[in-house]
């Protein structure tokens, strides 16, 4: 019996075998995808993955590109929840149309061209939902590479890094024009506009609408007027990336200046709006894309071709942040809600800012620390060294992209002393 027993206990551990069809279907599904990498690590999210990892009580993240309380934690808007609890149990969850929800598309134009845009009164633009930014940004690449195939994309140097991994997987060529200028950590004008001039007639260019991102520069008002009169000049196409209007100054209206601007000069232009930051709708997916043509006919059919992209993409694009968005903006009492809350984020960011320079002055830093409060929105590209951020990193458990991009939103009263003291301990002359 026992002999019984290993017998059946032996032939339990061997590996069954398989017929030679299975055996070879086998062989080819391992060998199918063998000569697959794992993909290099997202630069901005494998920071958060190395902060969760840190098991230290006194770890800090200033390297997540997502609003925070003074506490550190993530923040819903009064006004989100109230137009939640507005759509519970009333509103259906159908698929919208493969172009979203036309209420939001309409609330969403009003807020980048103008509540009384005569563009938008004359049915000109071109407009869809897009998944965030990032979608509606991939949206008008792919329609880029369908409709302009011998063209390319001029992107600024530095940028969100994601903007070249969304052009380059469209397929349309890239190249960079010049934009920071590192010894001052302000705008390099005369490279940006010198760049402008040497582009052939007609290029695209990428164009951050406000808050830069890494960097925090913006072109002032009259630098944009001079930007847009050298476009207008070279027949340049400005594709404006929007991801923060109102989350900026506290003002919708104002981070939409620039804009603004290229409308009175009569440029047909891009724009993506997202609503990840200045709503806090990170993970709901709600933006929209648009795009100005020369009348409504021409509008028409630009926008029946954005479908046309996004419908073998994603089909249609969510419902219910659109709701939420479509709400807000509709609703004289929520949108002003809105304006109070959106107003208190960039104002907390700002204080961020003046609390971080003086805490570093107060230490004796012989270095300038200007660039802090002279940039704007969530992001201020510090001026450290990857080596410097290692040392933070390592040395003090706060974490960043190595680029020495800081993430306002990250810091906090709490904090904002002891990442002061870390900062100057890396940056001061040995």
């Not at 006194?58 to 925070?68: E, F, H, L, Q």
């Not at 510090?382 to 960043?400: F, K």
């Amino acid at each position: 019996m026992a002999t019984l027993s290993r017998a059946a206990s032996s032939a339990a551990r061997r590996p069954a075998l398989l017929p030679p069809r299975l055996l070879a279907a086998r062989a080819m599904a391992s060998s199918l995808f063998g000569h697959v990498e794992p993909a290099p690590k997202d630069p901005i999210l494998g920071v958060t993955e190395a902060f969760l990892a840190d098991p230290s009580p006194d770890k800090v993240n200033v390297g997540v590109g997502a609003y925070r309380d003074d506490n550190g934690q993530p923040v819903v808007l009064s006004c989100v929840r109230e137009a939640e609890r507005r759509i519970a149990g009333n509103l259906n969850m159908e698929y919208l149309p493969m172009g979203g929800s036309i209420k939001m598309i309409e609330e969403s134009l009003k807020l980048a061209y103008g509540e009384d845009s005569g563009f938008i009164k004359d049915k000109r633009i071109a407009a869809v939902q897009a998944l965030s930014g990032t979608g509606a940004c991939r949206l008008f690449a792919d329609f880029q590479k369908r409709f302009l195939p011998d063209s390319q994309i001029y992107i600024p140097t530095p940028t969100w890094s994601n903007h070249h991994n969304i052009w380059r997987d469209a397929q349309v060529p890239q190249k960079t024009f010049t934009y920071y200028h590192p010894e001052s950590r302000g705008l390099d004008f005369s490279g940006l506009m010198n760049n402008i001039k040497n582009a052939p007639d007609g290029s695209f260019f990428l164009l951050h609408a406000c808050a830069h991102n890494p960097t925090g520069v913006d072109p002032t008002e009259e630098q944009w007027r001079e930007i847009s009169h050298q476009f207008k000049v070279k027949k340049h196409f400005p594709f404006f990336d929007m991801a923060y209007q109102g989350f900026a100054s506290g003002d919708p209206e104002r981070d939409a200046k620039a804009i603004r601007i290229f409308l009175e000069d009569g440029h047909q232009i891009g724009c993506a709006q997202s609503y990840a930051k200045n709503m806090g709708l990170y993970g709901q997916r709600a933006g929209c894309l648009s795009i100005l043509c020369e009348d409504e006919m021409q509008a028409v059919a630009v926008k029946s071709q954005l479908q046309q992209i996004a419908r073998p993409m994603y089909s249609n694009p969510p419902v219910h942040g659109a709701l939420v968005v479509s709400i807000i903006l509709n609703d004289p009492e929520l949108k002003s809600l809105w304006l109070k809350e959106v107003k208190g984020m960039a104002d907390r960011i700002i204080g961020m800012r003046k609390a971080l320079k003086e805490n570093l002055e107060k230490l004796g830093s012989p270095l300038s620390w200007d660039h802090i409060t002279n940039q704007i929105g969530m992001f201020c590209y510090s001026g450290m060294t990857p080596e410097q951020v290692d040392r933070l990193t390592n040395e003090y458990h706060i974490y960043m992209t190595r680029n020495g991009r800081i993430s306002m939103a990250g810091v906090t009263t709490g904090n904002v002393a002891c990442l002061a003291n870390a900062i100057h301990e890396v940056t001061k002359p040995n």
